[in-house]
């Protein structure tokens, strides 16, 4: 008790009293007593209170070698209890009872800011590193940076990026451990790369399957043609040389495509130009057996049935029209962001439409009609349109020009005879001046079932309802031939297309295709007739009778391979024949092929698309395989 006692005492009598603070008076006079220029030396309080915050040399030495042998936190002990406990027991083994109480927060005061201080200097040591030895990384999972100049081609003409993140050159993504990510793999083998190839490698995938229209690039639109060329095969026999020189040619007809749409409308000169022939030459077609693929559909529904189709001789457009009055251009591309897009239409009020077709051979301008005394004629490069609305001479036996057919070589244009006084007639017109040429008539009864051109454009065959065929010739003025369908019952339409062997004064189509009102399509083969054989009753090649209702639609390929027939009458009435086999293709088309009720068709200048056109106004495309 006493000792107890005394030690109170004593502590009493060693508080110490707070030193009161200087007032504003006396700090102002204490700073204005100084020059300018003249700073403030630091008392001992002050310096030591900076070496608490900031450290010195000594301290930062003394924390790397704590970090460096402890291979635990040096904040922790080995028995887990803190550093200010340890600390705590020192002083109270140190008896206690001689420090005094402010002198007891002060050391633990100091301790806590000890530990703030070793915390602050192990973060900052962890930003460094000691290379201890290589890495356990294989050589194969390790990239190089890309160098400043290694991408110089692939960047050429491009802007470059507005900002770089540092940090894609320091993440690592494994590619083979993601399936979704291992088609970004360029070999099997190939496993770890960095964020900036890893990026670059994406973009290239999306440009992969979405590739950017040359339109919307124009960069690529301003390159020379010589720069748009694609690898072709070679063929056999040729040397190394030659196939070196292969890889640099041009495309002929395909490069049309890549044309910008904007440029095909505003310029004059890329709807009148002509087109090269291409050099490639199309495999033949296998019989019973066709690779035929559906691409998209064309893009937009016709508001009702559409009536005609027409592909476009050099560029890849195609022109639908029907009864609500609206002619429709689609650009033909597949393979877009967009697919098939629809590129214009023009519409004329109360105006149904039945017949339109390009002009060729360049097909700067579209020829259209409808059930009225006139037709009308679009020409592409001006946007002008202008009405033709009589024919002198011959208006009482031409009442409609709903029904036209223009040559392949663009010079005339042949207008379907409303009279049928005396049978038909077909009233031939000259197709840059619209002024009358020729007429041709068909005796019998019912008048005109549908007439087709010669190949040459040097003649036309007209076929009457009751199964005559009448073949004239233009530089004649004369009919050269008369025959007869064998078992026509009401023929409805006809077609010509291949290459004769020779020219017989028949034109020079191979095939010549009639359809009729029993659903029976005869093929017959042209190469043997001539002037001055052709029988009156020649035999047809085949009689196909897969039809069972009307025949409203036949199409021979422009390469004379394949022929095309159906019938509006009943859904999904389409079938496909190779030629000159005449067998009807078993594989396509399916139970499942949406056709519809099958409205118009147009197969493509190079044979390789067809187009289907249906009583709902939709176009769909499959594309023909060698």
Same mark, same amino acid.
């Given at each position: 008790? $006493?000792?107890?006692?005394?030690?109170?005492?004593?502590?009493?009598?060693?508080?110490?009293?707070?030193?009161?603070?200087?007032?504003?008076?006396?700090?102002?006079?204490?700073?204005?007593?100084?020059?300018?220029?003249?700073?403030? !030396?630091? &008392?001992?309080?002050?310096? !030591? #209170?900076?070496?608490? /915050?900031?450290?010195?040399?000594?301290?930062?030495?003394?924390?790397?070698?704590?970090?460096?042998?402890?291979?635990? &936190?040096?904040?922790?002990?080995?028995?887990? !209890?803190?550093?200010?406990?340890?600390?705590?027991?020192?002083?109270? &083994?140190?008896?206690?009872?001689?420090?005094?109480?402010?002198? =007891?927060?002060?050391?633990?005061?100091?301790?806590?800011? %000890?530990?703030?201080?070793?915390?602050?200097?192990?973060?900052?040591?962890?930003?460094?590193?000691?290379?201890?030895?290589?890495?356990?990384?294989?050589?194969?999972?390790?990239?190089?940076?890309?160098?400043?100049?290694?991408?110089?081609?692939?960047?050429?003409?491009?802007?470059?990026?507005?900002?770089?993140?540092?940090?894609?050159?320091?993440?690592?993504?494994?590619?083979?451990? @993601? $399936?979704?990510?291992?088609?970004?793999?360029?070999?099997?083998?190939?496993?770890?790369? @960095?964020?900036?190839?890893?990026?670059?490698?994406?973009?290239?995938?999306?440009?992969?399957?979405?590739? /950017?229209?040359?339109?919307?690039?124009?960069?690529?639109?301003?390159? $020379?043609?010589?720069?748009?060329?694609?690898?072709?095969?070679?063929?056999?026999?040729?040397?190394?040389?030659?196939?070196?020189?292969?890889?640099?040619?041009?495309?002929?007809?395909?490069?049309?495509?890549?044309?910008?749409?904007?440029?095909?409308?505003?310029?004059?000169?890329?709807?009148?130009?002509?087109?090269?022939?291409? *050099?490639?030459?199309?495999?033949?077609?296998?019989?019973? =057996?066709?690779?035929?693929?559906?691409?998209?559909?064309?893009?937009?529904?016709?508001?009702?049935?559409?009536?005609? #189709?027409?592909?476009?001789?050099?560029? $890849? #457009?195609?022109?639908?029209?029907?009864?609500?009055?609206?002619?429709?251009?689609?650009?033909?591309?597949?393979?877009?962001?967009?697919? @098939?897009?629809?590129?214009?239409?023009?519409?004329?009020?109360?105006?149904?439409?039945?017949?339109?077709?390009?002009?060729?051979?360049?097909?700067?301008?579209?020829?259209?009609?409808?059930?009225?005394?006139?037709?009308?004629?679009? &020409?592409?490069?001006?946007?002008?349109?202008?009405?033709?609305?009589?024919?002198?001479?011959?208006?009482?036996?031409?009442?409609?020009?709903?029904?036209?057919?223009?040559?392949?070589?663009?010079?005339?244009?042949?207008?379907?005879?409303?009279?049928?006084?005396?049978?038909?007639?077909? @009233?031939?017109?000259?197709?840059?001046?619209?002024?009358?040429?020729?007429?041709?008539?068909?005796?019998?009864?019912?008048?005109?079932?549908?007439?087709?051109?010669?190949?040459?454009?040097?003649?036309?065959?007209?076929?009457?309802?009751?199964?005559?065929?009448?073949?004239?010739?233009?530089?004649?003025?004369?009919? =050269?031939?008369?025959?007869?369908?064998?078992?026509?019952?009401?023929?409805?339409? /006809?077609?010509?297309?291949?290459?004769?062997?020779?020219?017989?004064?028949?034109?020079?189509?191979?095939?010549?295709?009639?359809?009729?009102?029993?659903?029976? =399509?005869?093929?017959?083969?042209?190469?043997?007739?001539?002037?001055? *054989?052709?029988?009156?009753?020649?035999?047809?090649?085949?009689? #196909?009778?897969?039809?069972?209702?009307?025949?409203?639609?036949?199409?021979?390929?422009?390469?004379?391979?394949?022929?095309?027939?159906?019938?509006?009458?009943?859904?999904?009435?389409?079938?496909?024949?190779?030629?000159?086999?005449?067998?009807?293709?078993?594989?396509?088309?399916?139970?499942?092929?949406?056709?519809?009720? /099958?409205?118009?068709?147009?197969?493509?200048?190079?044979?390789?698309?067809?187009?289907?056109?249906? %009583?709902?106004?939709?176009?769909?495309?499959?594309?023909?395989?060698?």
């Amino acid at each position: 008790m $006493p000792n107890s006692q005394n030690k109170k005492g004593k502590r009493k009598a060693t508080v110490r009293q707070q030193p009161t603070p200087p007032t504003q008076d006396e700090l102002s006079d204490s700073y204005g007593a100084l020059e300018i220029g003249e700073t403030i !030396e630091k &008392d001992e309080t002050e310096l !030591e #209170l900076e070496k608490l /915050v900031f450290g010195d040399d000594a301290g930062f030495h003394e924390a790397l070698k704590l970090y460096r042998n402890d291979t635990v &936190d040096p904040i922790e002990g080995a028995s887990g !209890e803190s550093a200010v406990a340890s600390g705590a027991e020192e002083v109270e &083994d140190t008896d206690l009872d001689a420090v005094e109480d402010a002198d =007891v927060s002060e050391a633990l005061q100091y301790l806590t800011i %000890e530990k703030h201080y070793i915390i602050m200097i192990l973060m900052i040591y962890q930003l460094f590193f000691l290379d201890s030895g290589p890495s356990a990384n294989s050589n194969q999972d390790l990239i190089l940076a890309p160098q400043p100049g290694d991408n110089e081609e692939e960047t050429e003409g491009v802007d470059p990026p507005a900002w770089i993140d540092s940090d894609d050159e320091r993440i690592s993504v494994s590619l083979a451990s @993601n $399936p979704r990510l291992r088609k970004l793999r360029i070999s099997e083998s190939e496993d770890i790369v @960095n964020g900036k190839e890893y990026s670059k490698r994406l973009r290239q995938q999306f440009e992969r399957l979405y590739p /950017v229209p040359e339109w919307a690039n124009p960069f690529e639109s301003r390159k $020379p043609s010589s720069r748009r060329k694609r690898r072709k095969l070679s063929a056999a026999g040729r040397s190394s040389s030659e196939s070196n020189s292969d890889d640099d040619m041009s495309i002929d007809s395909d490069a049309l495509s890549a044309q910008p749409l904007a440029k095909l409308l505003q310029s004059t000169g890329a709807l009148t130009e002509t087109s090269t022939t291409s *050099t490639s030459i199309r495999k033949k077609l296998r019989p019973e =057996v066709i690779d035929i693929q559906r691409t998209k559909d064309v893009s937009g529904v016709q508001h009702s049935a559409i009536t005609s #189709l027409s592909f476009h001789p050099l560029h $890849p #457009l195609l022109l639908s029209s029907g009864p609500s009055s609206t002619l429709t251009l689609h650009h033909i591309s597949p393979h877009a962001p967009s697919p @098939n897009p629809t590129l214009t239409s023009l519409h004329i009020r109360s105006h149904p439409l039945t017949t339109s077709a390009f002009h060729p051979p360049t097909g700067a301008r579209i020829f259209f009609s409808a059930r009225r005394r006139y037709f009308h004629i679009w &020409d592409l490069a001006s946007g002008r349109i202008s009405k033709v609305s009589r024919i002198y001479g011959h208006a009482a036996e031409q009442r409609t020009m709903e029904r036209f057919k223009l040559s392949p070589d663009g010079r005339w244009l042949g207008l379907v005879g409303s009279g049928r006084k005396g049978g038909g007639a077909i @009233n031939i017109l000259d197709a840059h001046t619209c002024q009358w040429v020729a007429q041709v008539r068909v005796e019998g009864k019912g008048g005109v079932a549908d007439f087709a051109w010669w190949g040459d454009g040097a003649g036309v065959l007209v076929v009457g309802k009751g199964g005559e065929a009448v073949e004239y010739s233009l530089q004649e003025r004369r009919v =050269v031939a008369r025959w007869i369908d064998e078992g026509a019952v009401g023929t409805t339409v /006809v077609a010509l297309g291949g290459q004769r062997k020779a020219d017989t004064g028949l034109g020079s189509d191979r095939w010549a295709v009639i359809g009729s009102q029993s659903g029976i =399509v005869n093929v017959y083969d042209r190469n043997a007739w001539t002037v001055e *054989t052709m029988p009156e009753r020649p035999a047809p090649t085949r009689a #196909l009778g897969q039809l069972t209702t009307p025949v409203s639609c036949v199409e021979v390929s422009p390469d004379g391979q394949m022929l095309v027939m159906a019938s509006r009458w009943k859904r999904d009435a389409l079938r496909l024949i190779h030629l000159p086999s005449c067998t009807v293709y078993k594989n396509w088309p399916t139970a499942n092929t949406p056709f519809g009720r /099958v409205t118009a068709l147009a197969i493509a200048p190079n044979s390789e698309m067809l187009a289907v056109a249906n %009583e709902q106004g939709k176009i769909r495309l499959w594309e023909i395989r060698s």
